[in-house]
């Protein structure tokens, strides 16, 4: 009996860790494959055999290749060959099906545009027309846009007056996507602010206000109530609620990337350009690593994030890429060692962008009409021909990326699967995203409207009456209904 007890408990473990016997007999362990989609309920076919159930699913699968592919009706076809590892979980967290019927209305109408772009957490859209005071925030969530319009001289502690010149970018948000940073380039002298959305008399004009030239600032913290400052190549920390600057952290510095409240830098050292880490609180930085025989013509790309509570930071040197994660190190405690290279290679091209997903998952480099993606969770890498060269890496949501070519918007998921064309006669710059439910993609369509003008009027009094039109480009922004 003990020993009929210890073998059933025995073949429930080897179950539950995923051991089954194949078709020839031989014992081996299988890995366990989830899929999430966008719209959910979806038909799942493995390897050509239809599964009984749908999106949320979960199933034990042999190691190795396997086909999978998504349907739902009405919808687009998803597919992807897809590797299992033994013993280990896949998450395919990233599908999407776009419905084949193109359910398009028009939002709202605007004129020639100064600034449009949705916030981080694809809930909002600001916009800002040529020549008006005004900024335009607008809830892209509900079954209709709601406009919620401010005068942008509030936020930009400036009079009605200048605040309609100049041009204006978003650079960041913070993470409670209630406050992002903004450059207001006027007359070539750019000043950066530090924008509150629900509190405009709270916005900041941080370049006026600490008298300092920034060419960088990055938000640390949820609230955005800490900012790391780049000024003349040197790295300073901002307090913004006792509005003060530290001293110079580091100097000499012509590359940053942060992670929070923790920050990582090229920079010159006795004629050496290095990779360095510094953490708000520490007494110094930690030097991770020495770059030899560069100049100030070798191509630096640097990145940081956090997956699953382990840290990683990423960074390229012309056509090298290295990947090192495990946890950050420590001021004083000599702990470098511990980072471990995950991913290293030598590309046949020299990266000119370095993005990041929103989760963090997700490292992606592009150039020359190429794309190289790396799964942190995975592991895997993917090599991508472009149909052009990108000029910045945009994200539709959180793991879709989409370009305008030749005025259509077409996406590709980050591993370059499922290339697609979901919009056409998009001829205009302004930004593309799916809101945060899910339920709208959101984009922009320049049409020309004619107008009468009063040309009678100025006309002398015995020439003959002239019809003139005037043509005008609006922007309408559009949704389609997923």
């Known amino acids: 009996m003990c020993i009929s007890v210890v073998a059933i408990v025995f073949i429930l473990m080897m179950i539950a860790m995923g051991f089954t016997f194949n078709e020839s007999g031989k014992l081996e362990q299988a890995g366990l494959v989830q899929l999430a989609s966008n719209p959910s309920d979806a038909n799942v076919n493995i390897d050509g055999e239809a599964q009984f159930s749908h999106t949320e699913f979960s199933k034990m699968l042999s190691s190795g290749m396997h086909q999978i592919k998504v349907t739902k009706s009405g919808y687009d076809t998803w597919s992807k060959n897809l ?7 896949t998450r395919v967290e990233w599908i999407r099906l776009f419905p084949k019927k193109n359910n398009i209305s028009d939002a709202k109408t605007f004129d020639e545009l100064r600034l449009a772009s949705f916030s981080a957490d694809r809930k909002k859209l600001l ?12 809830d892209i969530q509900g079954d209709k846009a709601k406009n919620n319009k401010q005068d942008l001289n509030n936020f930009l502690s400036t009079t009605a007056a200048k605040a309609v010149d100049g041009a204006i970018s978003i650079v960041a948000w913070n993470e409670n996507n209630n406050r992002f940073l903004a450059k207001w380039t006027v007359n070539n002298k750019t000043s950066w602010h530090l924008v509150d959305l629900e509190h405009p008399e709270n916005s900041i004009n941080l370049s006026k206000k600490f008298n300092l030239a920034f060419d960088s600032i990055l938000i640390i913290n949820d609230s955005a109530s800490k900012l790391w400052a780049l000024e003349n190549q040197n790295l300073r920390l901002i307090d913004v609620n006792n509005l003060t600057i530290s001293g110079a952290i580091a100097t000499g510095i012509e590359k940053i990337a942060h992670n929070r409240d923790a920050i990582s830098f090229i920079h010159v050292d006795n004629d050496v350009r290095q990779l360095s880490f510094f953490k708000e609180g520490e007494k110094g930085y930690t030097t991770i690593t020495k770059f030899e025989n560069t100049s100030d013509k070798t191509v630096f790309k640097l990145a940081m994030g956090t997956y699953w509570n382990e840290e990683w930071l990423i960074y390229s040197v012309d056509k090298n890429v290295k990947l090192i994660s495990g946890k950050y190190p ?24 370095l993005s990041v997903n929103a989760n963090q998952r997700v490292a992606v480099l592009s150039g020359e009409k190429r794309l190289t993606s790396y799964d942190v969770e995975t592991k895997d890498s993917f090599d991508i021909k472009l149909d052009n060269t990108l000029t910045n890496i945009n994200w539709l949501d959180t793991y879709l990326i989409w370009q305008n070519i030749d005025s259509t918007i077409v996406i590709r998921d980050f591993d370059g699967d499922n290339r697609r064309e979901i919009i056409s006669n998009v001829n205009n710059p302004f ?21 009468a003008t009063d040309a009678d009027s100025k006309a002398p009094s015995d020439a003959a009456p002239v019809n003139t039109t005037e043509t005008t480009i609006k922007y309408k922004l559009k949704r389609k209904a997923l």
């Not at 590797?83 to 979980?89: K, N, S």
């Not at 001021?331 to 990266?351: A, C, H, I, M, Q």
């Open 83 to 89: 590797r299992i590892d033994a013993g280990l979980l």
């Open 330 to 353: 420590s001021y004083g405690k000599n702990d470098v060692s511990k980072l471990k290279t995950t991913f290293e290679r030598e590309l046949d091209y020299v990266p000119q962008l």
């Open 127 to 138: 916009v800002i027309e040529n020549g008006k005071n005004a900024l335009n925030i607008i």
């Open 431 to 451: 930004p593309v995203a799916i809101s945060e439910n899910n339920k709208w993609l959101y984009y922009f369509d320049a049409t020309e409207e004619e107008s």
